[in-house]
């Protein structure tokens, strides 16, 4: 049971450029949402998130859009500089759950070229 | 800046031997969790763990997997009996309103 989707396994962008990164989700119960960046063999580290109760949510170069009708959210990198090159994993949450877990997608790979 | 933090960055141990993961969470955070990814594969939750006892667990979290937090402040994954497909990248986070990783443990099964 596939909650959370990140239907694209790969992204190449030119530097400077603009990188959005695309997430689908179906638990209607998500009412809060975060994004990773990840290097193989390291942890997943915190860019962003957003609450179900905005629809944007800004953060230096990166901006994060929920469409909440759609069960979709987006990550916006601009400018994408060659240090953005990662896997990207957004995450769905119950927060006011009682475990409040986040449900991970199965990643994209950004390539950011110089 | 407060952080998660993971040891052994690796452990290598024989199938069936028992293993010890350990982490130390962000102090005021409540809820911790720990999470593997196979190589290759999408990050999975293992357990989670609030107010000293396990909230929920997933299908992986079999009877040979434990958490404990022994002392108030380290939070464990004991995994008793070591199969190979339990290698794996270990990753132990907390959680106010962001989740907070460490940088993981890896876990090699021979």
């Known amino acids: 049971d596939q909650q959370v989707k990140q239907n694209s396994p790969s992204l190449s962008v030119q530097e400077g450029r603009i990188s959005i990164l695309n997430c689908d989700y179906t638990n209607s119960m998500f009412d809060y949402f975060l994004w990773y960046k990840k290097y193989p063999a390291e942890g997943p580290t915190f860019l962003i998130s957003?609450?179900?109760?905005?629809d944007k949510n800004e953060d230096g170069r990166f901006t994060v859009f929920l469409n909440k009708s759609a069960k979709h959210l987006s990550l916006h990198i601009v400018p994408s500089q060659p240090g953005d090159s990662a896997v990207y994993f957004c995450?769905?949450?119950?927060?006011?759950?009682?475990?409040?877990?986040?449900?991970f997608g199965t990643g994209t790979l950004l390539a950011v070229q110089p | 800046e407060p952080e998660v933090t993971q040891t052994p960055s690796h452990q290598v141990t024989q199938m069936g031997q028992e293993v010890i993961l350990r982490c130390v969470p962000i102090?005021?955070?409540?809820?911790f969790y720990w999470y593997r990814q196979i190589l290759g594969q999408k990050v999975e939750f293992l357990v989670s763990?609030?107010?000293?006892?396990?909230?929920?667990k997933s299908e992986i979290f079999d009877d040979q997997f434990s958490v404990e937090r022994p002392d108030g402040s380290n939070f464990t994954l004991k995994i008793r009996s070591t199969k190979l497909e339990d290698s794996a990248m270990y990753f132990c986070?907390?959680?106010?309103?962001?989740?907070?990783f460490g940088q993981g443990t890896r876990l090699t099964v021979v």
């Open positions: 995450a769905g949450s119950n927060y006011g759950g009682a475990t409040n877990k986040l449900i």
């Open positions: 763990f609030y107010n000293n006892e396990i909230s929920e």
């Open positions: 957003i609450s179900s109760i905005k």
């Open positions: 986070a907390s959680r106010t309103a962001e989740a907070f």
């Open positions: 102090s005021n955070h409540l809820y």
